[in-house]
């Protein structure tokens, strides 16, 4: 079993959708949970991180973590075609003194005009 | 600020060949990290460094080499280039590696091994 698992997708919804990204986990030592943001041929970005349960909102974009069922999930509202990218979630924790990151896979999200 | 930048952008390279891929940050970030993507596959780090002097092996580190003399610059070396080595590397830089840090990545080398 891999330590997180996401839906690769690809995910098409019409501009103005309510877009739902979501990542389950195996390891429970995680504690900081991320998603970045990655657009054709460019390097991740950053997009949100949070520490663990609960909610976090930045604009049109909400993260949420539930540790008890290991599972987090990014929402994006009205979603615009520049929102069109692959979105990565990524989480760390303690590991024997080595903070290691583990990435999801990605979810290719198409949002069309 | 230029951020991370990679070079070359794209590389095509015989089996056997060697290579090396270019990090430069100038950001004054301490750590620094080669991560390989492949399709359906996600991110896999390859080596790290928590500064001049010091690297470390991450996940797959087999086939690759670094060295980190400054700490702007973080390259990595291919020695003897094998087809499974075909991927998108990505370098990164953080100020702290505490895993709560942002992880600046760079737009990525694709190299293609035939």
């Known amino acids: 079993q891999k330590e997180v698992e996401q839906d690769p997708g690809p995910l098409s919804v019409p501009e103005g959708a309510i877009v739902s990204l979501n990542c389950t986990y195996s390891?429970?030592?995680?504690?900081?949970f991320m998603w970045y943001r990655q657009y054709s041929r460019k390097g991740p970005e950053l997009l949100m991180y949070t520490y663990s349960s609960g909610n976090k909102e930045d604009g049109r974009f909400t993260a949420q973590v539930d540790k008890s069922s290991k599972y987090i999930s990014l929402f994006i509202r009205d979603s615009q075609p520049s929102d069109s990218a692959t979105y990565l979630c990524?989480?760390?924790?303690?590991?024997?003194?080595?903070?290691?990151?583990?990435f999801g896979i990605g979810t290719k999200l198409q949002v069309i005009p | 600020n230029a951020g991370v930048t990679q070079t070359p952008k794209f590389r095509i390279l015989k089996i056997g060949q060697s290579m090396t891929l270019q990090c430069t940050q100038d950001m004054n970030h301490n750590y620094m990290y080669w991560y390989r993507q492949d399709p359906g596959m996600g991110l896999k780090l390859i080596y790290y460094s928590v500064g001049a002097g010091i690297t470390d092996k991450g996940e797959v580190p087999n086939g690759y080499n670094v060295s980190r003399s400054t700490t702007e610059d973080f390259p990595l070396r291919l020695e003897l280039a094998a087809p499974s080595q075909t991927s998108v590397y990505f370098c990164a830089s953080s100020y702290l590696r505490t895993g709560t840090e942002t992880q600046y990545f760079g737009p990525g080398t694709r190299l293609l091994v035939l």
């Open positions: 390891n429970s030592a995680f504690q900081y």
């Open positions: 990524a989480m760390s924790g303690n590991s024997g003194g080595y903070q290691k990151v583990t």
